[in-house]
């Protein structure tokens, strides 16, 4: 189980307790926040989970996934610590993760 | 005005196995799709990426799976409409009227909404000031080469599409082609042809920069780039072009008074009909208890939306459930022997 809080680009946070085994995108999809669309339900095919993960948190989540950067190509703003959260695997070592929403996904 | 006995949106692979369901039981159908071919995200997104659960089919390509759709299409003849977007819907006397951006209009008692996650749009840069250069100095697409001579033009994108029109324009163009990272995702020999004209100066490349204004009075007459340690170059441009794929949008779809959740259409589990008689969604746009965002699904759901259409298309007369293998009536449409 980890704390995470999703800051929407308003600068709303939404904290909350995700499973271990579900993605970042599963937790914020099962908890109605705003602002992550998973177009695609998790398959790396779109670019509409993407988020910012807080600097200092970034190197604490696991590696980018193969093809994962082809599809922040295609992201709204794409930045240095730019995720797609349904490749950032929960577990109790990112207890306390925060990541940021884009603007908008779409 | 073209009449039909069912519009289908979208030539997915769930859009091409429901028209093959209505000709099957007597009834003809158009399809239009907005993208310019058809197979929808299984061509658009991952032609060359294997699929495993299509039933009966072990492994298949999206792009090999679009074909044997299209020939099991083959014994009928089908109304293609590629390249056009389904603007408008209203009510006509009992008919849907659906008119499309190009001002074609169809009337139709059924409306078969197989649109995928939406219409595929690219994807546009972000300053809003770019919006006022659109399809003047701002372009996501080529359709006339020609007007790039002897300009510089600033590409942005790290695709094949982005790639390819670098190596191209770099004949009788300035080319500046920029990326957000140092990888790029296009082909290995396209790449190679663009660092060797580096090398010869006929590109500039930048990479880690992305798009951060641009500058012009009417006219397009610069850019700014900004580098991810925030640094900014400004570049002379007279055109700028940005290849950053397509993105799906629900569209006009959105405005036609359909139940919606998130961006799905909500539907029964019956004829996979909305909230408006005779208008159905099936596949990965509609939206029911237990839905599964599978090819398969889409198939199911169009059979049995192929079926109440007949209904809506031929109300004096009775739907007979009916097998490939034994019925003549079948056999006659797919123009294949009786025993």
């Given at each position: 189980m980890a704390k995470i809080t999703y800051i929407e680009h308003s600068g709303k946070p939404h904290t909350i307790e995700v499973e271990n085994g579900l993605t970042v995108m599963e937790g914020a999809v099962q908890n109605n926040i705003p602002g992550i669309d998973a177009d695609?339900?998790?398959?790396?095919?779109?670019?509409?989970?993407?988020?910012?993960?807080?600097?200092?948190?970034?190197?604490?989540?696991?590696?980018?996934?193969?093809?994962?950067?082809?599809?922040?190509?295609?992201?709204?703003?794409?930045?240095?610590?730019?995720?797609?959260?349904?490749?950032?695997?929960?577990?109790?070592?990112?207890?306390?993760?925060?990541?940021?929403?884009?603007?908008?996904?779409? | 005005m073209r009449k039909t006995d069912a519009l289908i949106i979208g030539a997915g692979p769930t859009g091409l196995f429901t028209a093959h369901q209505l000709k099957i039981i007597g009834l003809d159908c158009e399809i239009v799709d907005n993208l310019d071919k058809v197979g929808g995200q299984c061509i658009e997104l991952?032609?060359?990426?294997?699929?495993?659960?299509?039933?009966?089919?072990?492994?298949?390509?999206?792009?090999?799976?679009?074909?044997?759709?299209?020939?099991?299409?083959?014994?009928?003849?089908?109304?293609?409409?590629?390249?056009?977007?389904?603007?408008?819907?209203?009510?006509?006397?009992?008919?849907?009227?659906?008119?499309?951006?190009?001002?074609?209009?169809?009337?139709?008692?059924?409306?078969?909404?197989?649109?995928?996650?939406?219409?595929?749009?690219?994807?546009?840069?972000?300053?809003?000031?770019?919006?006022?250069?659109e399809d003047k100095s701002i372009f996501y697409s080529i359709k006339n080469k020609k007007i790039f001579e002897g300009k510089t033009v600033s590409i942005f994108g790290g695709g094949d599409s982005a790639l390819d029109w670098a190596v191209e324009l770099s004949k009788n163009s300035k080319v500046n082609l920029i990326h957000r990272r140092d990888e790029f995702r296009g082909a290995q020999a396209t790449l190679d042809k663009v660092y060797e004209l580096k090398k010869s100066g006929k590109i500039k490349l930048f990479t880690k920069y992305q798009l951060k204004t641009v500058k012009g009075n009417g006219i397009l007459e610069s850019i700014d780039i900004e580098h991810e340690n925030k640094e900014i170059k400004n570049l002379k441009s007279d055109y700028v072009l940005g290849f950053f794929g397509l993105i799906m949008q629900l569209g006009p779809i959105a405005n036609w008074g359909l139940n919606l959740n998130k961006k799905t259409v909500e539907v029964d589990t019956e004829k996979f009909e909305t909230n408006q008689k005779g208008i159905y969604a099936i596949g990965d746009i509609c939206n029911y208890p237990g839905k599964l965002k599978l090819i398969l699904s889409g198939f199911h759901e169009g059979a049995l939306a192929a079926r109440a259409c007949f209904k809506l298309a031929r109300p004096n007369e009775k739907y007979r459930f009916e097998f490939t293998t034994s019925s003549k009536k079948i056999k006659e449409r797919l123009g294949v022997k009786s025993d």
């Open positions: 695609c339900g998790g398959g790396m095919a779109c670019a509409t989970c993407h988020v910012y993960v807080k600097e200092d948190w970034f190197d604490r989540v696991n590696k980018k996934n193969e093809g994962e950067d082809d599809m922040l190509d295609q992201a709204f703003e794409p930045k240095k610590n730019s995720r797609l959260s349904c490749q950032i695997t929960v577990s109790d070592e990112i207890d306390g993760l925060i990541v940021h929403l884009p603007t908008k996904q779409i | 991952y032609p060359d990426k294997p699929i495993y659960d299509i039933p009966a089919i072990p492994e298949c390509t999206g792009e090999e799976l679009t074909k044997n759709l299209l020939d099991q299409l083959k014994p009928f003849n089908i109304n293609f409409h590629l390249g056009e977007r389904v603007d408008e819907l209203k009510k006509n006397d009992g008919n849907w009227e659906v008119k499309t951006n190009k001002g074609k209009i169809f009337l139709t008692p059924n409306v078969i909404i197989a649109g995928g996650v939406g219409s595929f749009e690219p994807r546009k840069f972000s300053p809003k000031e770019c919006k006022q250069f």
